[in-house]
């Protein structure tokens, strides 16, 4: 019969196959690889959305798996964390007492400056459906897309502090790239936003993993110190000014001519995000000078 | 001679034909599925426990079809499974297919000139798959501008050792459950029990 093929043929078309389908990865590679000046690929949401419904499987059933071992697990130490819980409800009904008349002065304060809750930025809360299944990339993927109102860049952020940014959106989840990732990257401050001269950008480093991240271009005259906090300053246009990234745990100190080394562990838990938050936050557009010299001009 | 009454009947050797198509689609079924399974779990298990994601199920899967000397087969699974990797990953789509894709030829390639047939053999082509996949992938991120996230050395490390301890038990796993020839070989085994018994009766008789 024609349609049945000899391992003769087979073995001679095989050179053939491989190089089609080789090129057809290759191309595929490299459309996805072409910049598309922050706007979103095409390609990758198309993927994104026939990702997301295997994502959101796989998902389920992982999460029913490990949360029967993880109660099997929990049921042993139920007594012991019921009295530690006891005694952690002590003091968090005195630290709620403080918070409360804290929160009394601020309504107050604000009334006098005139502030209204409009300026506060508004937030989607989502939920971790899926981690890069690649071991080489520490991406995330959250079940909330562009019928949510999320689009590209948008800051991510739990309670501990910045998680990263969105850079894939589908109509029902979107892929976030993590602060600790090489092309992720934040404008931040060590201590407080306009107490503290000690400006910089943080950065993932492949040798870091997930657990830390580096702070690079603090000027040596600056004080810095092992456990001072770091914030962002809002001038990366990705992140409002004010969140938390994490705290300094390494300084190698600098010179006058040499910037500081310092290695920051994020305020988020990376390793076990569940829940996060995504901010609707469009950043402040720059003005662009009208007699810019030697740069092109987007045409609108 | 038997008599053909009519054309409906089927000669034996169209039978015989019609049995190995059925053979082959149930094959390519359990291929499809078997596949399925490897990339939900490559999905998921990194929730569970984060050093599970070093076993690269769907690598495995390709390296067994490679084995079985069916290039179109390999091609295919492997450029697909590295494709849907790729699709849920923060990394290039189409590198891993292409990784996958090449990796599944050169084992093919190997299977045809030399006979990988012993278990043992298995463990060393697996490790090598591991090692060719992980440096394509990463060669094509680095030429692309997309370095990864993670040190190369350490994570090809880790994934050479954890694909090839699970990956070797998978392979027996799929040998029993997927290949033809484990299940002839049952088949005969179960005929040899039948016929010994029957001539051990008619001796008793």
Sequence with gaps: MASVRTQKEIRQRAPIWLVTLLVTNLVIMAVDARDADGRQKILRVWTQTFASPLQNASSKASGATSGFFQQIWNFRGTAQENEQLKERLTQVETELHAARQAAAENERLKALLNLNEQSQIQSVPARVIARDPSVWFNTITI??????????????????????????????????????????????????????????????????????????????????????????????????????????????????????????????????????????????????????PNIERPKR | MPLRLCGCQKSPQRHRGTETTSNASMSQLKIAVVLLVSILLQLSLREVWKPLSYIDFPLVVVVYIALQRDAWQALLVGTLAGLIVDASSGGLIGAGGFAKTLTAYVIYFAATRVNLENPLLRIPVLAAASVLDSAIYVFWHRVLGYPPAVPFVQTMSYKLIATTVVGTLALYLLDALVAERSAQRRQFATRRRVARRSTGSLRRR
């Design chain 1, 143 to 292: 079940n909330r897309g562009s019928t949510s109102g999320v689009e590209v860049n948008m800051p991510v952020v739990t309670a501990g502090g910045i998680v990263g940014r969105i850079i894939t959106v589908g109509p029902w989840s979107s892929q976030v790239m993590l602060i600790t990732d090489e092309k992720a990257g934040a404008g931040a401050v060590v201590g407080q936003l306009g107490e503290s001269g000690a400006l910089g950008s943080v950065r993932g480093r492949a040798d870091l993993g997930v657990s830390l991240i580096e702070m690079r271009y603090v000027s040596g005259l600056e004080k810095v110190e092992v456990g001072d906090y770091v914030m962002t300053t809002g001038q990366d246009g990705i992140y409002p000014p004010g969140l938390n990234v994490g705290r300094v745990v390494d300084v190698k100190h600098g010179t006058a001519t040499q910037a500081h080394q310092i290695l920051i562990q994020p305020g988020a838990q990376l390793d076990h995000l569940e829940e996060v938050a995504v901010l609707l936050y469009h950043p402040p557009r720059r003005s662009t000078p009208e007699q810019t």
